[in-house]
């Protein structure tokens, strides 16, 4: 009896073994296959940017965050919402792009598209709201490492930008980076309150939190006093 007890706790060891190896592999083979898209897209975006103007218009004014009890049915619900901007989608194929980031320290540039939704976060980072504009702008993406997986990395001070469809690059320096609770809505739309101008964030590999790197535009006309 103990011994086939024995031989059972083995043979369950070995599976999931086996299925922790199989899930691996395809979160491997998902992350390539983002990487492939992320860079066939990024080509054919860059090709359709226009020259940028001489000045970079000014910031609009920032919108007020929204109040909402969980985190989770706000993602749900913003999937349909539009996103207000003052630059126009590229479309490329089936999808509308509202342009790009350049992560140098992590050797990262990436396609950012205009609206999220679960099968466009298979494919590249997605605005979740905001914008380069109003400098509220929150730009999410799964946690493959040929996205935003390794954005934990990032240092303060690390800088990068966001170049929008006008052509304009919009340059950032971090200024704080945090874990935050998936339920902690307060805490993470703080980034629409003026708080800071950009925020990348990303699941942990648990899914439970958000890694979150909050950046403040280093061209921002600073405030009279």
Avoid at 5 to 18: C, E, N, S
Avoid at 66 to 75: G, Q, R, T, V
Avoid at 100 to 121: A, C, D, H, I, K
Avoid at 142 to 165: C, K, M, P, V
Wanted: proline content about 6%; charged content about 20%; overall charge negative.
């Amino acid at each position: 009896m103990k011994n086939n007890t024995w031989k059972l706790v083995v043979l369950l060891g070995v599976l999931m073994i086996a299925a922790a190896g199989l899930l691996c592999m395809y979160n491997i083979r998902q992350s390539n296959d983002a990487a492939a898209h992320s860079e066939a897209i990024l080509e054919a975006l860059k090709k359709q940017l226009p020259e940028p103007p001489a000045e970079a218009p000014e910031p609009a004014e920032t919108a007020p965050a929204p109040a909402k009890e969980d985190l989770f049915a706000y993602y749900e619900e913003a999937e349909t919402a539009p996103v207000q901007s003052e630059t126009a989608d590229i479309v490329i194929g089936n999808a509308a792009y509202c342009g790009y980031l350049t992560l140098p320290s992590l050797g990262l540039e990436l396609p950012v598209m205009s609206s999220w939704s679960y099968p466009n976060l298979k494919l590249a980072p997605c605005r979740y709201s905001g914008s380069a504009e109003t400098n509220d702008l929150i730009i999410m993406a799964h946690n493959y490492s040929s996205h935003f997986g390794r954005i934990g990395e990032l240092t303060t001070g690390a800088q990068f930008s966001f170049t929008d469809t006008n052509g304009i690059t919009h340059p950032y320096a971090v200024s704080f980076i945090e874990v935050i609770g998936g339920q902690d809505v307060e805490q993470m739309f703080r980034g629409q309150s003026a708080d800071w101008d950009l925020t990348l964030y990303t699941c942990t590999l648990s899914g439970q939190s958000r890694v979150t790197i909050r950046a403040d535009r280093l061209d921002k006309p600073e405030e009279a006093s």
